[in-house]
C-alpha cells in the first residue's frame, strides 16, 4: 500500500511494550477506536529504547507522509520533545501521555501538539498509601516499592507516600527500595525485607501493580499473604482479582484502554476537523486524566464493567475525564 | 586381517589432495606390509603428514583408493580410522591441557568403560596405567596434561595411539608424525623398544626428519619431494647422504654445520650471567656471553635448562643474582621488557608462543619491531609487505604469499618465519630455545647458515637443542647443566669439538 | 606451491558479502515500500544509526582483543547527564568532562582488568554499575531536560551541514579515524594479534596489559561520544537515556561478521553491521510487518544476516 | 637412571600443580563465606534460618539456569537465549495448567511439553550455530529474539495467573523447611554434576573447551556434542521457567527479564572461564550462592538504592579478583 497523502489518516500508538499488560490493553483501546472510525492502526514498540522508539515514529512519518495521528506514551521524557518536532514537521497530530520535559508544552507547537495527558502520581500515590494505612489500623510499619528512579511517575507516586506518611505519624515507613517497575526485582527485595523486618512490616506499598504482585507472592511463599495489606497502581487484571481474593487492599485503574483509544481521538478529531486545538483551553491541552481507586469495596462491579466485558466508551466525549491543568 | 607376508596390509594408490592455493599431494602411492615399519621422509611442506592425515581420516582424499587388508576403504573420520585400527600420533602437540593424562588417552573411545550412559573412571584409569607403563612413563594419569612436559606430553600420546592394540581387533596400522622430535635420546630408545615390540601385531608409518633415526628403525623408506613420492629404497641399502640427496635433490654438504663459517666471537661481553637463580629449577649459573658467539647449554630435562631459558625470554624473571644485558643490569619480567634490550627468543612452542597461526606472514615477521615500520604513528604497509617479501626470498619460506596465514604453513615453513621475526627485529641476542625442531635437513642446513651468518655480525647466540650433536657442531662454547647447576663447560671451537660421550658424563 | 589465485579470489568476493547483504535487505524493504528508498527516509535512517556506530565502534576495538566491554551503555547514559549538568555553566566545555569521563572510566576498567586479571566481562559490567549509579546520583534520579540557551550548543549535533544530518557526518569522521586506528597503527596491529593469539603476541614482546586497557579507553570515548550526542538529540540528559542500547550494539559489530573471540574483524564491518539492525528494525515498521511477529522476524534476520557475513577462512573455529 | 630422574621431577611438577588447583577450586568457596561474615556483622538478621531460606529461593532459579549456562560456557560458547526460553516455558506453562485465562488444567502432566520446548529452542540452537556455522553468540542472541515473540504472541502481552496447586506448591509447600523448588533445584544440581563428571557428553564438552581441533582429532563428534550440550542447556531453561511461573504465580513474557547477565556473571563469578575448558557446576553453585547473598545483603545493610549496583559491580569484581588463581589462569580475557 503505497503512502497516501489524503485519505483516513494512519493511527499509531506508541508505546513501550506489548508483554505488559497495562500497555497490552492499552493498545486494545487503540485498536478499538481505530476500528471505530475505519482507520488503519499500527502498534510501535520502543521495547525500552528511546533511540528505537523515536526512529519508529519517524519512520511512520516518513511513510504516512505525516498523514497520521500519533498516541505515544514516550519511553523517558526527553524523548517527548524530538517525537513532536519530527510530528510537527511532517504535518502529523500527535498526543503525549505520561511523559513529557515540563517546558515542552502544546500550545508551542499548534496545531500538531494536540494535548498531553497524565495522571498526577501524587494524589493517587497518597490515596493508595492512605488505603494501606486504614488496612493496618492507622499504625505500623511499611515498606515501599518504588519505579525506575528517573521516571516521573515513579518519583511522583513517591511523594504521594511521603505526603500520606507526614499525615499518620504513627505508621513508620522501615525502608524504601527501587525495583524497576519489575517483579522479579520487587520479589527480591521483599524477601530481603521479611528478613530484615520479620512482622514489623504492617504493609508494602508498590508504584505499579507487577511489583505489588510480587510482593504478594513473597508473602505467600513465607505464608503470609493476605495477612500483610498490599497496594498497587495501575489497576490490571491480576490486581484486581487479588484485591477480590483480598491479598491486595487497593490498586488505582488509569483505564489505559481510555488511554490507548481516546489519546488516538483526540489528535484524530484535530486533525479531521473535529475541533480546533489552537482555539482550546489550557487546560484542554495539558491535562490530568481520572483515574479510578479500587478497593475492596467497588473491585467486584469494576471487575464485571472493565475486565470482563469490553469496555463500552464513548469515543467522542473528548474531554469526559478531564481532571485539571497539569502543574509543574 | 590375516595378512600373508606379501599382500600389504594398507596400501593408497593415485592419493591426491589440493589445499587452497596449495597441491599438497600429487597422486601418492604408497604400500605397507605386516610388521613392517616404513619411514617417511621428505622436506618440510613435501606433503607427509598431510598424507598422514588422509591416512587417519582427518582429512579425505581428492582422488586415489585406500585399500585396509586388501578391501578398499575410506575413513570417514578420526574416530572411523580408529574403529578400522588406524592410530595416529600426531605431528604438532595434540592432549588436551585442560583434561587429565588418563582422560587424553581415552578421549573419544570412553564407550569401553561405559556402563548405562556412566563412565567408570576407576576402570578407565586403572588401563591408562597400564598403557602409561608401556611407555615407560611414570605419572599419575590423574595429572592435567598441561603439568607434563613436552616430552611426557609426546609419550602420553604414543600411549593414546597405542590403546588401538586393547579395543581395536585385528592388525594395527600406527603413524607416528616426527614423534621424536621433542623427545631425547632415552625416551627415542623407549619408543624403538616399543614399536620393535608391537611388529607382530602393528605396521608402522614413521615420519621424522632425523634420518639416522629414519633408517635405524625403519625397514623401507618413502621419499616424498613436492607432493609426491620420489622414491623407495630398502633401509639395508639406503644411507643418510643418499636421502638427503633425494629430498633436497643436491648433496649433502660435507660440512653439515658450517663449521669453517663458524669465526672466532669478539672480546665485548653482551651478556653476563652472574649467581643467577630462579626459585628450585637452577642457581648459581654464571658466564659471559660475548657478540658473535654460540652459546650451547645441554642437560637432560629437569636440568634447569629449559627453565633458563625461559627467564632469558622474559617469561620467567629470577628471584637471585644478577643479568646484565650490554652492561646494564636487568630484570626482565616481560618478554616485551626482552625485547627492549634486543633479545629475541625463538620458543619451542611454535604454534603457541612462536606465531600467531591467524595473522598474516608479513604480519607475524613484523610483529616484534613494528615500531621501526610506523611513520607519523601509522603503518608503512608497502614497507611492511617489502620486508616481509625479502625475508621470505632469503629464507625460502614455502608460503602462497606474505598475506597468507601462517596456519596454513608446514611447520618447518613456520619456524623459518619465527627466525625471520627476529632477524628482522635486528636482536642483538637470539634465544634458540630447540630451534631446528621439525625442521627437514635442508632447511635445518639454511637455519644453521642463517645463524652463521648472524653471528657474523656480532649476533651473539644461546642455544638449547634436540641433539648433543646439533649443540656440539654449531656451538663456540659448550655448558652443560644438571639438576639445577652448571656442572661443566667447555670451548668447542673447529677442530677441538669436544665429543658427546664425556658431555653425556656431565649430563647425568 | 605458489600461485595462491584460488584462495585470494575468493577472499576478494567475501570480503564484500557484508556490504551485498545490506543492499539486499535495503531492497527488499523498497520492493514492499517505495516509500524507504526516499533519499531522506534514507538519510534519516543514517543519522538513527549513528549513536548505535558510535557505541558499536567502541565495542569493535574490544572484541578485537578477545574481550568484551558491558559498560558502555550506562557510560553512555552517564556521559548525557554530565553534559545536561554542566553545559548551562561551561558550555562546550561540558561536553569535554563526558569524553574525559567516558576515558577514565575506560582507564579504570582496564586497569582491573588487566591487573586484577578480572574477566573484562566481569570488570566491565561491575564498571558498568559504577557508572550507572554515578549517573542516579548526579542526576539526582531525574531526567535533566536542556533549557532553550543550552540547546544552542547542541547545534553541532543537531544541525545539518549542506542537507546532511551533522550526525552523520560525526558518525563518518568516527568511521574515519577508528578505521585508521585499527588497521594503521602498531595498537589495531597489537590488537589482533591479541585476539588471534594471544601468547604468541606476548612472547614477540607485544606489551598485552597496555594494549588491553587502551581498547577500554578507546570504548570508553566511544560510548561518552555517543552519550553527547543522545544528550543533543534527545535535549536532555538522563540515567536511562541510553537503556537498552548494549545488545544492539554488540550485535551490530558480530552481524558485521567481526569474531566474538577475538582477532578478526574491522570497523567498516562494524559500520554495516550497524546499518543491518536498523534496516531491519525501520524495514519492518516500514513494511508493516505485525507487532507480535516482528521479534521473530528480527531474530531470524541476525542469524541469517551473520551466516552470510562472517568470513570463516579467517576465523579459527566458530564457537 | 634419567628416567627415574624424570619421574621424581614430574611427580614433583604434578603434586604442585593438584595444591594450586585445589586452592582455585575453593578460593570462592572462602570469598562466600567471607561475604556471610561480613554482611552479619553488619546485620545478624542474616543469620536467621529464614533468611538462609529466602537466600534458597533467590537462588534456586539463577542455580537451574547457571547449570545451564555453565555447560554451554565450558564448551567455549555462549547462550544468550536464556530469557527467551525461561519466558517461553513459563508462558506456556501457564497456559496449560490450570489458570485464569483458560480451561485447561494438565496439571503435572504439563511440565512435559514444557521441557519439550525447552530442548526444542536448545536443539534449534546447536543445529543452527553447527550447521549454519554462526557464532552461537549471534544464534542464541536470534533465538532469544524469538522466544520472547513467540510467547507475546501466545499472551498478547497480558499475565496469565496459575491456580495450579501442584506448580505453586513448588514455590509454596516446602519439604524439610526448603521449599519444593529448591529440591529441585538441588536434584538438577546432582543431575548436571553427573552428566559433567561421569557421563562422555561432560568430558567431551571440556574437551571442545579446551580445544576444538585436537577434540575432532581425537574423533569426538563435535557437532553432536554441540547440538546435545545446547538441548541440555535449553531444558535446564525450561525448569528455570516453571520455577519463575511458580513462584511469581503467573506466566507472562516478561518474567526473564534481566536474568541473562545475572546468569552468565553467576557462572563467570563461579570461576569458570568464558574461554571454554576450565570451571564447574560445583563452581556455578557457588558463584550463584555469592550473588544471591550480595542482593540479600545490599538491603540488609542499608545501602541506599541508588548505590546499589555500584556497589554490587565493586563487591563482585573484588570477589573474583579474590578467587581467581593468577597462575592457573595465565591469559584472562
Ligand atoms: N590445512 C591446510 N590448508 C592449506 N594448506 C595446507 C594445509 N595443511 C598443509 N598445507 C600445505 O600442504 C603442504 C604440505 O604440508 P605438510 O604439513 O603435509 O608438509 P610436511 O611434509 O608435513 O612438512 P613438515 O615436515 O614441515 O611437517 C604445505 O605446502 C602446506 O603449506
Ligand atoms: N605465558 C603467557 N602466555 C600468554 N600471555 C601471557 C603469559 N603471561 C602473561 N601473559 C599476558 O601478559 C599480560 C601481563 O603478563 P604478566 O601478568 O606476566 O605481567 P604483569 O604481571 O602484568 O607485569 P609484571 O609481571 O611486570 O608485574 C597478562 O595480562 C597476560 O594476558
Ligand atoms: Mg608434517
Ligand atoms: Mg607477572
Known sequence: RPARAAGQPTLVNSIRSLSNPY?????????????????????????????????????????????????????????????????????????????????????????????????????????????????????????ALGGIESNVPAIERKKGLDQALAANPNVKLLDYQVANWDANTALEKTNAWLTKFGDQIGGIWAANDDMALAAVEALRAGGSAGKVPVTGIDG???????????????????????????????????????????????????????????????????????????????????????????RY | MSASADEPVLAMAGIEKSFPGVRALKHVSLELRPGEVVGLVGENGAGKSTLMKILSGVYQPDAGEIRLGGRATRFASAADANRQGVGMVFQEQSLLLNLTVGENIYLGTEAQFTRLGLVDWRALYASATRQLAKVQVDVDPRTR??????????????????????????????????????????????????????????????????????????????????????????AAEADVKTLHRLMVGRGLQAEYYREPLQKPFGADVVLELDGLGRGDAYRDVSFKLHAGEILGIAGVLGSGREELTRTLAGLRPHDRGRLIVGGREVRLSTPADAVDVDLGYVPRERRVEGLVLFLSVAANITLPSLKQLARRALIDLGEEQRLAKTWVERLKVRTPGVDALCLNLSGGNQQKVVLAKWLNAKARILILDHPTRGLDVGAKEEVYELVRAATGEGVAVILTSDTLEETIGLSHTVIVMRDGVVTYRTPASPGAKPNQVDLIGHMV | MRAPIGRLEFDRIRQWMPIVTLVLLIALVGAFQPGFLEPETLLQLASDTAVLFVLATGVTFVIMIGGIDLSIQSMASLASVIVALTVSRWGYAAFAFAIAAGILAGFLSGVAHVRLKVPSFIATLAMGGVLFSAALVLSRERSITLQTSERDYQTWITGALLGVPNVIVIALVVLAVAHTIQSRTRFGRYSAAIGAGEPAAYASGVKVDRQKIIALVLSGTCAALAGVILAGRLASGSPTLASELLLPSIAAVVVGGTAITGGVGSIWRTLIGALIISVVRIGMTFVGVDIFAQNIVFGAVLIIAVAVTIDRSKIPIVK | MTTQALGADKKARSARWALRRRFAAWAPVAVLALLCVIIALINPNFLSAGNFVRIAQA???????????????????????????????????????????????????????????????????????????????????????????????????????????????????????????????????????????????????????????????????????????????????????????????????????????????????????????????????????????????????????????????????????????????????
Not at chain 1, 485503574?253 to 473535529?274: E, F, N, R, V
Not at chain 4, 542455580?63 to 527467551?84: K, N, Q
Not at chain 4, 507475546?152 to 491456580?163: C, E, M, S
Open chain 1, 236 to 326: 490490571i487484571k491480576l490486581a484486581v482479582e487479588s484485591i477480590l481474593k483480598k491479598e491486595m487492599v487497593g490498586t488505582v485503574a488509569w483505564d489505559p484502554y481510555w488511554q490507548g483509544g481516546m489519546g488516538l481521538s483526540i489528535a484524530y478529531h484535530a486533525k479531521t476537523g473535529g475541533f480546533d486545538p489552537t482555539t482550546q483551553p489550557k487546560d484542554h491541552r495539558e491535562f490530568y486524566g481520572k483515574g479510578v481507586i479500587i478497593t475492596a469495596d467497588n473491585a467486584q462491579a469494576f471487575y464485571d464493567s472493565n475486565i470482563k466485558a469490553e469496555p463500552k466508551i464513548d469515543w467522542n466525549d473528548i474531554w469526559g475525564r478531564v481532571n485539571g491543568q497539569i
Open chain 1, 23 to 143: 500497555h497490552a490493553t492499552w493498545n486494545k483501546g487503540g485498536a478499538a477506536f481505530a476500528k471505530s472510525v475505519g482507520a488503519d492502526y499500527v502498534t510501535l514498540v520502543t521495547e525500552g529504547n528511546s533511540e528505537k522508539g523515536i526512529a519508529d515514529i519517524k519512520a511512520i512519518l516518513a511513510k504516512t507522509g505525516g498523514n497520521c495521528c500519533i498516541n505515544v506514551d514516550p519511553n523517558d521524557s526527553p524523548d517527548a520533545r524530538p517525537i513532536v518536532e519530527a510530528c510537527k514537521a511532517a504535518g502529523a497530530y500527535v498526543v503525549t501521555q505520561w511523559n513529557k520535559p515540563a517546558d515542552l508544552h502544546p500550545w508551542d507547537f499548534n496545531p500538531n501538539y494536540v494535548a498531553h495527558i497524565s495522571f498526577s502520581g501524587v494524589p493517587y500515590g497518597k490515596a493508595m498509601a492512605e488505603t494501606l494505612f486504614k488496612a493496618m489500623g492507622g499504625k505500623g510499619g511499611v515498606v
Open chain 2, 145 to 234: 596434561a598441561a603439568a607434563l612436559d613436552f616430552a611426557t606430553r609426546q609419550m602420553v600420546e604414543l600411549a593414546k595411539a597405542l590403546t588401538l592394540e586393547e579395543h581395536a581387533s585385528g592388525h594395527l596400522v600406527i603413524l607416528l608424525d616426527e614423534p621424536t622430535s621433542v623427545l631425547e635420546r632415552p625416551e627415542i630408545e623407549i619408543l624403538f623398544q616399543r614399536v620393535r615390540a608391537l611388529k607382530a601385531r602393528a605396521s608402522f608409518i614413521f615420519v621424522s626428519h632425523r634420518l639416522s633415526e629414519v633408517l635405524e628403525l625403519s625397514d623401507r623408506i618413502y621419499v616424498m619431494k613436492d607432493g609426491a613420492v620420489v622414491a623407495e629404497l630398502q
Open chain 4, 59 to 333: 537462588a534456586m532459579i539463577p542455580l537451574v539456569l547457571g547449570l545451564g549456562a555453565t555447560f554451554v560456557i565450558l564448551m567455549g560458547s555462549i547462550d544468550l537465549s536464556v530469557e527467551g526460553v525461561l519466558s517461553l516455558s513459563a508462558v506456556i506453562l501457564s497456559l496449560l495448567v490450570l489458570n485464569g485465562a483458560n480451561s485447561n488444567d494438565f496439571g503435572p502432566l504439563a511440565i512435559l511439553p514444557v521441557l519439550l520446548v525447552g530442548a526444542a529452542v536448545g536443539f534449534v540452537n546447536g543445529v543452527v550455530h553447527v550447521g549454519l556455522k554462526t557464532p552461537s553468540f549471534m544464534t542464541t542472541l536470534g533465538t532469544w529474539f524469538i522466544g520472547v515473540g513467540v510467547a507475546n504472541a501466545l499472551l498478547g502481552g497480558t499475565a496469565v495467573r496459575i491456580n495450579d496447586p501442584f506448580i505453586r506448591g513448588l514455590a509454596i509447600e516446602r519439604f524439610l523447611g526448603l521449599p519444593w523448588g529448591v529440591w529441585l533445584a538441588l536434584a538438577c544440581l546432582a543431575v548436571a554434576f553427573v552428566i559433567q563428571n561421569n557421563t562422555r557428553l561432560g568430558r567431551y564438552v571440556y574437551a571442545l573447551g579446551g580445544g576444538e581441533e585436537l577434540a575432532a582429532l581425537s574423533g569426538i563428534p563435535v557437532a553432536r556434542v554441540r547440538v546435545l550440550t545446547f538441548t541440555l542447556a535449553g531444558v535446564f531453561y525450561a525448569i528455570g521457567g516453571i520455577l519463575a511461573a511458580a513462584q511469581l504465580g503467573l506466566g507472562n513474557s516478561l518474567i526473564g527479564n534481566g536474568r541473562l547477565f545475572s546468569t552468565i556473571t553467576a557462572v563467570v563469578v563461579g570461576g569458570t572461564a568464558l574461554s571454554g575448558g576450565e570451571g564447574s557446576v560445583l563452581q556455578t553453585l557457588v558463584g550463584v550462592l555469592i550473588v544471591a547473598v550480595l542482593n540479600n545483603g545490599m538491603v540488609l545493610a542499608d545501602v541506599p538504592p541508588s548505590y546499589q549496583i555500584g556497589v554490587q559491580g565493586l563487591m563482585i569484581i573484588a570477589a573474583v579478583a579474590l578467587s581467581i588463581d593468577r597462575n592457573v589462569m595465565r591469559i584472562v580475557k
